[in-house]
């Protein structure tokens, strides 16, 4: 896909604008949330006599400013720096490892090593050391030697999916961040069905819906799904510890989810769901049963992922589409970060695709159409977490980032949304 002409001012000062952004949160006194500011403006403006003209468009446009400043400086990224990482074991077992040779998506011989001597620095629970190769011929990344199927478990003893919490608890929300829930409440329920609390007036959805940071969160969280027809079933693979399940289930899907991990399976069995431990290999029956399947960040886990995307097409409906989000080698993030990279995570991500080779894997396992998903804002949190693994620092950890950090970080989002090719992950809906 050739960029456009006006994406070169992009390519020209992004790189500078990543590196002046990635510097690091510095430290700062007590400020005064953006929010409280605009919410104060407004009603100070509305107070006044009602003589002044347009003063209530006034006052919803300086809330939606206070909101889009929110937005800016709301955000927790991981950081620890006065405490060191635990560190994995030195080795993995030797009887443990798959050597491959070839590219597992394209089965190209041909490659060159991006990196050797990567370590599990994100979640400090996964032996040895491991080299990264990247396909001459499709593009995506790949390890090789790699861990073997019936061993691949010693990387995932601590891992995310083993969070009870759904996403959208508010018991420990206050103040601004009750509101601002709120607000994003507003939106999710009149775009996709649900019915969560607290929710806004419709202001507030109308507010959500015309700040395109916060929109296109939403939208993801949601994975763009369309709202359910009577009976249509969704079945997630991957579902960890069923969070998304539980959203679909809000909206009206008939669902059922899949996943390796025992532990997190039970938490999704706690909250009434219908999961399966395994893989879709071993769901015989449901053929032709779902009107929709979803990868969230799955595909680069799997040891052979054109198997596991001609099994979804077996499992859909006609008609039905496959849903798809997963780290995107050719991104900005790793192009500055290179073996720090976020995306990168060994040893539990075997294969890290490009825009082409996903495609062609579609292609491949007889998919149709084939659609780019919308932008979601995603390179903040990428490159930060990024950079706190190349300090040696726990990723897992938490920090404010300031205004100025977050703005920083606007000049590589924008040409994201622009040219999707350098995008932080890879998003695509494809239809059977």
Not at 347 to 367: G, I, M, N, T
């Amino acid at each position: 896909m050739k960029e456009r002409p006006y994406l070169r001012l992009w390519e020209n000062i992004s790189e500078s604008k990543c590196m002046a952004f990635i510097s690091g949160p510095r430290q700062a006194g007590k400020k005064i949330p953006a929010q409280a500011v605009g919410a104060a403006i407004a009603i100070a403006l509305i107070s006044l006599p009602t003589t002044l003209p347009f003063k209530g468009i006034c006052a919803a446009a300086i809330v939606a400013a206070a909101i889009c400043l929110g937005f800016l400086t709301r955000f927790r990224f991981p950081f620890r720096p006065n405490a060191a990482p635990p560190r994995p074991p030195p080795d993995w077992p030797s009887d443990g490892l798959q050597k491959l040779g070839s590219c597992p998506v394209c089965q190209s011989p041909r490659r060159q090593t991006l990196y050797e001597g990567l370590t599990d620095r994100t979640f400090f629970c996964a032996p040895g050391s491991w080299t990264l190769h990247q396909c001459s011929d499709c593009g995506c990344a790949y390890l090789d030697p790699r861990p073997a199927p019936e061993a691949i478990s010693l990387a995932y003893s601590s891992y995310f999916t083993h969070d009870s919490s759904n996403g959208r608890d508010t018991a420990n929300l206050s103040g601004l961040a009750f509101w601002r829930r709120a607000f994003d409440n507003s939106y999710v329920n009149w775009r996709f069905g649900t019915r969560f609390h607290p929710v806004a007036p419709i202001w507030g959805r109308i507010l959500v819906s015309i700040i395109p940071f916060e929109r296109a969160k939403l939208e993801a969280e949601g994975r763009n799904l369309p709202k359910p027809k009577d009976g249509s079933r969704l079945l997630d693979v991957g579902c960890g510890n069923g969070a998304f399940l539980t959203f679909a289930r809000s909206m009206g899907y008939d669902t059922m989810g899949t996943d390796v991990d025992p532990k997190a399976l039970d938490i999704a069995r706690s909250q009434g769901l219908r999961v399966f431990q395994g893989s879709v290999d071993d769901l015989s029956g449901f053929e032709a049963a779902f009107d929709v399947i979803t990868l969230c960040h799955v595909i680069e886990h799997v040891h052979d992922p054109t198997r596991l995307l001609r099994r979804c097409r077996e499992l859909l409906k006609p008609g039905g589409f496959l849903w798809i989000d997963t780290p995107n080698i050719d991104s900005q993030g790793h192009r500055i970060y290179g073996a720090h990279w976020r995306g990168l995570e060994p040893p539990r991500h075997l294969v890290v695709f490009s825009w082409a080779s996903l495609e062609a894997a579609l292609r491949q396992a007889d998919f149709g159409r084939i659609e780019r998903l919308p932008w979601q804002p995603s390179c903040a949190g990428m490159f930060m977490k990024s950079e706190v693994i190349r300090s040696g620092n726990d990723p897992r950890a938490r920090v404010n980032l300031s205004f100025r950090d977050r703005a920083r970080g606007l000049a590589p989002e924008c040409r994201a949304l622009l040219n999707p090719s350098v995008r932080e992950t890879i998003g695509l809906r494809a239809w059977s």
